[in-house]
């Protein structure tokens, strides 16, 4: 993971003396910061009576003082920090109060910081049976349907919302108890528990299958270089004998894009950077049980994409075919630009832009390079990559005003969003200096990562093309040391530094056996 964080934190980095991405004092101060409301507007999922066609939901958003609940302070009316007890008290409902969801996704996001998911889920269970008393035999019946459904809806958003967590037999166990309790002579309940766990396991199941495909996938991954030693190139496949039009190839990229985006799971976000608790001398951080592996996917096929893109160039004999095949990728850029696939497009201009394909001077002579430069000017790092959040932010607009599915799509820049991500974390402190949790800072999180939930929600409305979509995944590319060594074969070495080199991995590379 260590390592995985160095390489996405090494990419390129917004320019000196550029507006910070956030701004977050690194310890706020209870009582004087303002307040922000971004999380009013944050989407609600429907209350769980609904579905029993209940008007007893009760939303109860916030108590106004700090008296009312036990380790929570306010300010203008909103919870901005607490005690960890007391945050999880609040997030437990009752006959009268219901947390907001806003409240729930938050802190189910960001208690993993402080908590094991299984140790939250553990102290939820206890206090909805003791504060209810569901232990006891004589419990008023009524007092149970009332809570039940609150309980349930509860359950059903931690279930739906961070399904992973309960790969964890431990989190199983509790739920499986709880849900019994409040289940117990009520076939009502009994089909809504039910239904909940079917939900849940198909969530896991099809999880599970797409870590095998994608293995399955990654194993039959071989170098190009190894590839060319036994099959002679002019027989060889190149993506454009697979595809030759730029739309068809952008929105089969878009298909892989929403594909891998829609396993990734919002608690990856958290603990791909989680640190120990300074506050818990016991146990071990939360990333030891559970890594941000559907993250590091992603994030390993936007490379993947870079060197096929590369490859590609620097594989073709003649000039001519290489300035074809750039000027390929660049429509193919710009059909990912016009889809609101900034992370596709993002890829093929970093492979485009790798020092192996840069220095093909007469290729690039070729090319008609004035819709490159456009692209370019979009992706610029500059002020903060100000081109492509304005971009972003109006890819965002049209999505929520989206009329067709196509307009819905919003693949964000990955790494710069993960980046993002990394400095709100690290720019504010996880608690105050009274030890309570700086909520502030996990509302302006959640929102974060709210955002992304909602675009990878989005259904590809594009038909697959299986051919295309396996030659992307599985087609041989060439490793950085390869490229090099195309690239000297296709334009050779400029100088004696560039002629060493060429020596060097012809020696290395061609010999090897």
């Known amino acids: 993971m260590a390592k995985f964080l160095a390489e996405l934190l090494g990419c390129t980095l917004p320019e000196k003396g550029a507006s910070p991405m956030f701004e977050c004092r690194s310890q706020p101060h209870i009582g004087v910061r303002h307040v922000t409301k971004q999380r009013d507007k944050m989407p609600q999922t429907p209350p769980f009576p609904v579905m029993y066609g209940s008007n007893v939901y009760n939303k109860n958003l916030y108590k106004a003082k700090e008296e009312d609940y036990e380790g929570l302070y306010y300010h203008e009316n909103n919870l901005v920090s607490g005690s960890l007890e007391g945050l999880i008290e609040h997030l437990v409902p009752t006959v009268a109060y219901y947390p907001d969801r806003t409240y729930i996704f938050t802190f189910l996001l960001s208690s993993r910081l402080f908590i094991h998911p299984y140790e939250l889920m553990s102290k939820v269970c206890h206090l909805c049976v003791d504060q209810q008393r569901l232990t006891d035999p004589q419990a008023d019946k009524a007092r149970v349907r009332k809570i039940a459904p609150k309980i349930l809806q509860l359950l059903t958003e931690w279930t739906e919302t961070f399904p992973y967590d309960f790969r964890d037999e431990r989190m199983m166990k509790s739920l499986k108890e709880l849900t019994h309790r409040l289940s117990t002579g009520d076939e009502l309940y009994r089909k809504a528990v039910q239904q909940m766990t079917q939900t849940l396991i198909r969530k896991l199941t099809t999880l599970s299958q797409y870590e095998e495909a994608l293995a399955k996938i990654n194993s039959s991954v071989t170098d190009r270089l190894t590839v060319l030693k036994t099959k002679p190139q002019s027989i060889q496949r190149d993506i ?208 974060q990562v709210m955002e992304f939930m909602t675009w990878k929600k989005v259904e590809c409305p594009f038909d697959r093309d299986r051919k295309i979509l396996q030659y992307l995944l599985t087609a041989p590319v060439f490793s950085e040391d390869a490229l090099y060594l195309a690239s000297y074969e296709s334009e050779g070495p400029e100088n004696n530094m560039e002629k060493d080199r060429w020596k060097s991995l012809r020696s290395s590379l061609l010999n090897r056996t």
């Open 240 to 447: 454009l004998t697979i595809c030759s039009d730029p739309f068809t190839l952008a929105q089969q990229l878009t298909h892989i894009e929403l594909e891998r985006l829609s396993y990734i799971g919002p608690e990856e976000f958290v603990q791909a950077f989680v640190q120990k608790d300074p506050l818990d001398n016991d146990k071990r951080c939360f990333s030891d049980h559970k890594k941000a592996s559907n993250l590091e996917a992603y994030v390993e096929w936007f490379n993947r994409l870079s060197y096929l893109v590369a490859t590609e160039i620097c594989m073709p004999v003649k000039k001519k075919h290489r300035a074809r095949v750039i000027e390929f990728f660049i429509d193919v850029a710009r059909e990912c630009f016009n889809i609101g696939n900034f992370n596709s497009l993002m890829a093929i201009i970093t492979g485009m832009n790798m020092s192996p394909v840069s220095r093909l001077k007469k290729t690039w002579g070729k090319v008609k390079t004035a819709k490159f430069d456009i692209l370019e000017h979009q992706m610029d790092p500059s002020s903060n990559f100000y081109n492509y959040r304005t971009a972003l932010r109006g890819a965002t607009q049209r999505s929520i005003t989206a009329h067709s599915s196509r307009e819905k799509i919003v693949i964000p820049f990955f790494s710069l969003l993960i980046k993002d991500i990394y400095f709100l974390n690290e720019g504010c402190a996880n608690r105050l200096p009274n030890g309570h949790v700086n909520l502030e800072k996990f509302w302006e999180l959640a929102k």
